[in-house]
């Protein structure tokens, strides 16, 4: 079988009319290069190169050769450019999973950082709750994705991405919609409250079940939801007040009216990025990277997020 430095060879001959000029191309000396052509027109079993003492010329079979060769040198390079672009992270596909309630601002953060940092690397996105998220990693059938904690598994390593403060949405007409000064969480004590799904929404019950009983709030829940949406559209027709994390304010939903809370201490809701501990992806390891390099997305805590050159799955 021919090899791609014969081929190059004869390419260099056959643009150069001539084997001095196409070795001095090659950086090489003649005899070797001649050689090289006489091996492949031996392994092909047909003349090349018409040869005389004022150059060369291609024959048929040579002009038919040469159009192949130029693509197959060009296929070559090229796969080598892309093979070590895979190798460096810079090009792949990866299944990346995010939240509805990450989806409002940080999975923007995400794509902006990945489009300006690994314009080779695809990113599928798939909205999953956190548990969904969780068994996915473990399968394999994701690769990273931001997520509520806990994710608690010694084959997963997670790192804080962004915390937000906690808003109450309020309908308009309510008292504390438009009051002066912002509500206390110990306001919606008796208040009826929409309240997160304990199943599907674990983390955002557990936070605010906290969050009562560490201030002795005792709201009434009226209604359960898992998604933030489906809660502010309830708060919107008026059924009562919930807690949503500030990104959410991003949906703007008409008749809520969004107020800073005080006295919740250092209640925020936090996200993270999680991923298989075990991974070999050179392109994960490099989108890790990148995210946790750059700053949360405007509106979270700056000190939250992890920016270290630290090797990601570490």
Do not use: K
């Amino acid at each position: 079988m021919y090899s791609l430095e014969q081929l190059a060879g004869f390419v260099a001959v056959a643009e150069e009319g001539h084997f001095g000029r196409a070795a001095a191309r090659l950086n090489m000396t003649q005899p070797p290069l001649s050689r090289r052509v006489q091996a492949l027109e031996q392994q092909l079993g047909v003349d090349l190169l018409d040869r005389s003492r004022r150059g060369v010329r291609l024959t048929a079979a040579g002009r038919s050769l040469l159009t192949d060769a130029r693509r197959i040198l060009d296929l070559a390079e090229r796969s080598v450019h892309s093979a070590r672009r895979a190798m460096a992270g810079e090009t792949g596909t990866l299944a990346f999973g995010f939240t509805a309630s990450s989806g409002y601002v940080h999975l923007e953060t995400v794509l902006g950082i990945a489009r300006t940092r690994l314009p080779g690397v695809h990113l599928v996105l798939r909205e999953m709750v956190t548990s969904a998220q969780r068994a996915a990693l473990l399968a394999g059938d994701l690769d990273t994705g931001l997520v509520r904690p806990p994710v608690a598994s010694p084959e997963l390593t997670r790192r804080p991405f962004a915390r937000e403060p906690l808003l109450a949405a309020l309908p308009a007409a309510h008292p504390l919609a438009t009051r002066d000064t912002p509500p206390d969480v110990r306001d919606l004590h008796g208040e009826p409250f929409l309240m997160y799904d304990p199943g599907e929404a674990r983390y955002f019950h557990d936070l605010l079940d906290r969050l009562f009983e560490r201030t002795g709030t005792a709201p009434v829940h009226v209604q359960y939801a898992s998604q933030v949406h489906t809660l502010l559209a309830l708060v919107g027709a008026g059924l009562g007040v919930c807690l949503v994390p500030e990104a959410a304010r991003r949906l703007g939903p008409a008749g809520v009216v969004f107020r800073p809370l005080t006295g919740t201490g250092a209640t925020r809701a936090e996200l993270h990025l999680a991923w298989r501990t075990d991974h070999d992806s050179p392109a994960l390891g490099a989108l890790l990277t990148a995210l946790l390099r750059d700053p949360p997305a405007a509106g979270t805590d700056p000190g939250d997020g992890i920016r270290s050159a630290t090797r990601p799955g570490t």
